[in-house]
């Protein structure tokens, strides 16, 4: 990929100057504003750059960083990659003497419903009772209870991330719970229960239900394929789950999961870490900065990359179409821009591709840093696309 990365760069790098009616005016009215502006419009074929301002200047992205994770994951790991929670115990004449445990590995949508389908797998088996309890085996994640730079970020973003985690480490109303162990424990007890299976025991040795596995097998539950989670997690931006594969990717460790992704980018893209200056996966640090310039880089490269390509830009949100309502009233906009947005307070951003009136497919970025709106973004989106 570094021809198609070199040549990337030397194409944004010989922008021709903007000319379109409105851009310039745009940014003059936000800077104005006291808002910062890095954005740019690309052409998706040659990398031609047609309106751009301060592309080349990084500043906070939100939740467009999951652009750059999403990517590097999908490359690296491949679309149809899995992960497995294994379920250990010693089972005899359908019983298991002694607890039954659960070995997480980083599956971020081990949800009640598909706990539900194990136990009806841990059922065919032949298990029918267990004379210990539930116990977690979180040991495939380090102890680093969140990554670097989000001691500014608000606590309602902030569910634990642990190698089992269930419904995302969040309760009844929506919100972090406290004990996410004490959630999943609860939670896979009651499912085991309702399918037939006694739990007879209680939470014994170091007395919180945590500990290695037995060393007998008895079943796995495979994730979603890694195409599905990406969809999720762009679509629904979700921090909670890109969260979770940051940290599996770097076998456990957020920064080693960022370093690899650092370290993709490096070399497929000969972006170096002053281009990919991040702390997280999924853009909730403003310790993170990106450039337009960054962005529209990796965009093209995912556009034109044969092998996960499609399931990247397939991944983004279709403006128009699917559960998502057309924040701008432009109806010509309506199947016509794939985006991915981001918010933090004083940070609006937006990247993706659009589809001019033409036929034409280009490339955006627009990072704004500032007191601004939803409409500030979308009204130069709507003259680009129109």
């Given at each position: 990929m570094r021809p198609l990365a070199l040549t990337l760069s030397?194409?944004?790098?010989?922008?021709?100057?903007?000319?379109?009616?409105?851009?310039?005016?745009?940014?003059?009215?936000?800077?104005?504003?006291?808002?910062a502006v890095s954005a740019g419009l690309w052409d998706v074929d040659t990398g031609r750059a047609l309106e751009r301002h301060d592309d080349a200047v990084a500043l906070v992205p939100a939740s467009t960083t999951k652009v750059v994770t999403t990517y590097a994951l999908l490359k690296t790991l491949k679309p149809d990659s899995t992960i497995e929670t294994e379920v250990w115990g010693d089972l005899k004449d359908g019983v298991v003497q002694g607890d039954l445990t659960f070995k997480g590995d980083g599956d971020p949508l081990f949800t009640s419903e598909r706990i539900w389908m194990l136990a009806q797998s841990l059922k065919r088996l032949g298990l029918q009772r267990v004379t210990g309890t539930i116990r977690l085996d979180q040991s495939a994640f380090d102890a680093q209870r969140q990554p670097q730079g989000w001691e500014n970020t608000s606590a309602d973003v902030l569910p634990e991330v642990r190698a089992l985690s269930v419904d995302f480490n969040r309760g009844e109303n929506g919100r972090p719970v406290a004990d996410p162990d004490r959630l999943a424990r609860e939670t896979i007890l009651r499912i085991l229960q309702e399918t037939g299976i006694a739990v007879e025991g209680r939470p014994g040795g170091n007395g919180n239900g945590n500990g290695p596995a037995v060393p007998r097998k008895l079943a796995t539950w495979t994730s979603p394929p890694l195409r599905a989670l990406v969809q999720d997690i762009n679509k629904w931006s979700n921090n909670f789950m890109i969260e979770m594969l940051t940290r599996r990717y770097g076998a456990g460790s957020w920064p080693r999961g960022v370093q690899r992704i650092q370290a993709f980018y490096q070399t497929a893209f000969n972006l170096g870490p002053e281009a990919i200056q991040i702390t997280d996966g999924s853009g909730l640090s403003k310790d993170n900065r990106l450039s337009a310039r960054t962005l529209a880089?990796?965009?093209?490269?995912?556009?034109?990359?044969?092998?996960?390509?499609?399931?990247?830009?397939?991944?983004?949100?279709i403006i128009g179409g699917e559960p998502w309502k057309l924040r701008m009233k432009d109806p010509n906009l309506t199947r016509r821009v794939r985006v991915k947005t981001g918010h933090l307070d004083r940070v609006t951003s937006l990247c993706g591709y659009l589809q001019?009136?033409?036929?034409?497919?280009?490339?955006?970025?627009?990072?704004?840093?500032?007191?601004?709106?939803?409409?500030d973004v979308w009204e130069q989106v709507s003259r680009w696309a129109n």
């Open positions: 030397l194409s944004l790098l010989s922008a021709l100057p903007s000319g379109a009616q409105g851009f310039r005016p745009w940014v003059r009215s936000l800077e104005a504003r006291g808002i880089i990796i965009l093209r490269g995912a556009y034109h990359d044969f092998e996960v390509g499609s399931e990247f830009v397939s991944s983004l949100k001019t009136l033409d036929g034409k497919v280009r490339v955006f970025a627009i990072l704004l840093n500032g007191p601004a709106r939803d409409e």
